[in-house]
């Protein structure tokens, strides 16, 4: 089950990073003036899928409590570097955002790093 409320915590993140990314584009740039910025913050806060993203970000922290009763830190932990693969995967997917070999590295080196520290808490 711990395993089960670490994949609501991964899919939560992941969900609300990509939602907000897609909204707040619709939105553009934060004005520059303070009045702006606040009728700009107002206007993103009332967004029902900006509300969602921020919904997924708490029960993102509910699962990740759920998923701290059941599973060691040090056993968990290393899976919370998951959505970035994930987030990086799904923008480049739905957002075209670039993919380098700098970019592949990273998610390789991410990947490795999950399984060589998971596979050494079994021991």
Known sequence: MG???LSG???FTVYGQLIIKWRIGR???LPDSASDKFLFLVQVLLDP???????ASFLAGI???ATMTKL??????PFM???FIFVLLF?????NEPMNLYKVSGMALIIAGVVVSSRGLSQ
């Open 63 to 65: 699962f990740w409590m």
């Open 72 to 77: 060691d830190l040090s056993l968990a932990y």
């Open 3 to 5: 395993f089960a409320y």
């Open 81 to 83: 570097s998951l959505p």
């Open 49 to 55: 899928f900006i509300i969602s993203g921020l919904v």
């Open 91 to 95: 923008s480049a997917l739905f957002f």
């Open 27 to 29: 939105f553009g740039a």
């Open 9 to 11: 915590c991964i899919f």
